[in-house]
């Protein structure tokens, strides 16, 4: 008998005020080894990063999908999370039987059956690895942004409105990877930017 492909999705970036949002997309095989998967939030930096490659290697696929500030002022963060997961789950190698999807809301544009799954980051170990492979994704780029960009903080606070973020958006107006849409960086837009 053959076995059900199931697909474990879920986002990273939702809240912050800047860079893209982020999803994956991951299908493990049963017995896959992989020890201490859980919800991205609940594991250290170190941990995530350590997980990334495992899941990588030992997942049957996998795939990583961004929308972009430009597509989230566009369409809202809310629909730019379901086209990130849209196309998370078409990149994959294999079709899925079914895609198990962290959350209250299913992506309309999914072909394949689907199951959202309140706190499935935490109950379903596909979507944990999914969770893991979109959060480590996120905290690199916004890694590059920084470097891209000085004078936010954008390593540390990735993105996220903390004091930091929002004493620089004040000083330095918004960068072209802010969220023209949310309403800090609407607020901080009068501002003259130094990009």
């Given at each position: 008998m053959t076995a059900v492909l199931l697909c474990g999705v879920d986002e990273a970036g939702r809240g912050p005020l800047a860079g893209s949002v982020f999803a994956a997309a991951v299908v493990l095989p049963e017995?896959?080894?992989?020890?201490?998967?859980?919800?991205?939030?609940?594991?250290?930096?170190?941990?995530?990063?350590?997980?990334?490659?495992?899941?990588?290697?030992?997942?049957?696929?996998?795939?990583?999908?961004?929308?972009?500030?430009?597509?989230?002022?566009?369409?809202n963060i809310l629909h730019a999370t379901?086209?990130?997961?849209?196309?998370?789950?078409?990149?994959?190698?294999?079709?899925?039987?079914k895609v198990l999807i962290d959350g209250n809301r299913i992506p309309k544009g999914l072909t394949i059956?689907?199951?959202?799954?309140?706190?499935?980051?935490?109950?379903?170990?596909s979507i944990s690895a999914a969770s893991i492979l979109a959060k480590v994704a996120r905290d690199r780029a916004l890694h590059a942004l920084d470097i891209?960009?000085?004078?936010?903080?954008?390593?540390?606070h990735k993105g996220y409105p903390t004091a930091e973020?929002?004493?620089?958006?004040?000083?330095?107006?918004?960068?072209?990877?802010?969220?023209?849409?949310?309403?800090?960086?609407?607020?901080?837009?009068?501002?003259?930017?130094?990009?």
């Amino acid at each position: 008998m053959t076995a059900v492909l199931l697909c474990g999705v879920d986002e990273a970036g939702r809240g912050p005020l800047a860079g893209s949002v982020f999803a994956a997309a991951v299908v493990l095989p049963e017995g896959h080894g992989i020890v201490g998967l859980n919800d991205s939030k609940k594991l250290t930096e170190r941990r995530r990063e350590a997980l990334f490659p495992q899941i990588q290697q030992r997942a049957l696929a996998w795939a990583i999908a961004e929308a972009n500030c430009a597509e989230i002022d566009e369409l809202n963060i809310l629909h730019a999370t379901m086209l990130a997961m849209e196309r998370a789950v078409a990149a994959l190698a294999l079709v899925p039987h079914k895609v198990l999807i962290d959350g209250n809301r299913i992506p309309k544009g999914l072909t394949i059956p689907a199951e959202a799954i309140v706190e499935g980051d935490a109950k379903v170990e596909s979507i944990s690895a999914a969770s893991i492979l979109a959060k480590v994704a996120r905290d690199r780029a916004l890694h590059a942004l920084d470097i891209r960009y000085p004078g936010y903080g954008f390593a540390r606070h990735k993105g996220y409105p903390t004091a930091e973020h929002l004493a620089a958006l004040a000083r330095l107006g918004p960068c072209p990877e802010h969220r023209r849409s949310f309403g800090p960086v609407r607020a901080a837009g009068a501002q003259a930017s130094l990009w």
